[in-house]
């Protein structure tokens, strides 16, 4: 197995930016052959952390940056997304799938992120998302 590999980066609130970080965490992924499973949940939950932090935490403020740790060895990848921003409680956005949420757009990211990694914790002041997603064992 590849040895795991660990890099850290500051990118501009930029969606371009946020995209080449994904593209690059999914190209590691893709040479320690994580499954297609894997890929897709870790791409879309990345995508939903990142499109986060630029656009909700940093406001797209140019000024504000978004730092990205990745740790990626032969069973787990955990990702940690930072943004400048205020933060938020998580525990405050309405779950989209009550009945009353069903039209509102909001929620509908973290619940993706949630399901699709094994892992997802904030810090107390809600800037700052760890994610973590365990090897799918073969079928």
Known sequence: MADP???????????????????RILALLEEREYSDKDLFGVKLALEEALVNAIKHGNGMDPEKVVHV????????????????????DPHDVPDPTDDDNLDKPSGRGLMLMRAFMTRVEYNSRGNRVVMAKQRSTAE
Do not use: L, N, W, Y
């Open 69 to 88: 740790r990745c740790t990626i060895d032969s069973v787990m990848v955990e990702i940690d997304i930072e943004d400048e921003g205020p933060g938020f």
């Open 5 to 23: 590999v660990h890099f850290e980066v500051a990118i501009p609130s930029e969606t371009a930016q946020g995209h080449e970080v994904q593209e």
